[in-house]
């Protein structure tokens, strides 16, 4: 290969490599484009699953309504980093524990919220996202 093809491939290969690095970035959203701060949601349930990825954490609840039908409720937390300062740990909430959770629901109706608190089984209350610094705009805990 000549010196001039290698050139081009190596600008095209970082150049890639820059615009795959970027998406995770562009997949960060604002509390507004998402949620809305006067739809707040306050439901107990059943842990379902709990991830501890970055931007954001997930956990995933069960919720029986009146009826007894469950539905699954996917809640937004703050990033990994974000609930350790606060006080979290791995074992703050594990899958099977009961909680309460408060926060603000999903524009589009989906049983989607970002998480304000988390009420656990015993009374204590940990803040789930609301006011720290990666919050996206969520409106100040009351």
């Known amino acids: 290969m000549r010196r001039s093809?290698?050139?081009?491939i190596g600008f095209a290969a970082a150049g890639?490599?820059?615009l795959l690095g970027a998406l995770p970035v562009r997949a960060h959203h604002s509390f507004a484009a998402e949620y809305d701060d006067k739809k707040?949601?306050?439901?107990?349930?059943?842990?379902?699953?709990?991830?501890?990825?970055?931007?954001?954490?997930?956990?995933?609840?069960e919720v029986k309504d009146a009826t007894g039908a469950v539905t699954l409720w996917n809640f937004e937390f703050g990033s990994p980093?974000?609930?350790f300062r606060a006080g979290?740990?791995?074992n703050t909430v594990?899958?099977?524990?009961?909680?309460?959770?408060?926060?603000w629901a999903a524009k589009d109706g989906a049983h989607l919220a970002q998480t304000r608190q988390v009420i656990l089984a015993d009374g204590r209350k940990v803040p789930g996202f609301a006011?720290?610094?990666?919050?996206?705009g969520a409106p100040n805990p009351q």
Do not use: A, C, F
Not at 5 to 8: A, D, E, L
């Open 88 to 90: 979290w740990n791995r």
């Open 5 to 8: 093809t290698q050139t081009k």
């Open 16 to 18: 890639l490599g820059l």
């Open 131 to 136: 006011g720290g610094s990666d919050s996206g």
């Open 40 to 61: 707040p949601v306050k439901v107990t349930g059943i842990v379902k699953k709990v991830e501890w990825t970055n931007p954001h954490s997930r956990m995933y609840l």
């Open 94 to 103: 594990k899958e099977g524990d009961q909680i309460t959770v408060e926060g």
């Open 81 to 83: 980093n974000h609930l």
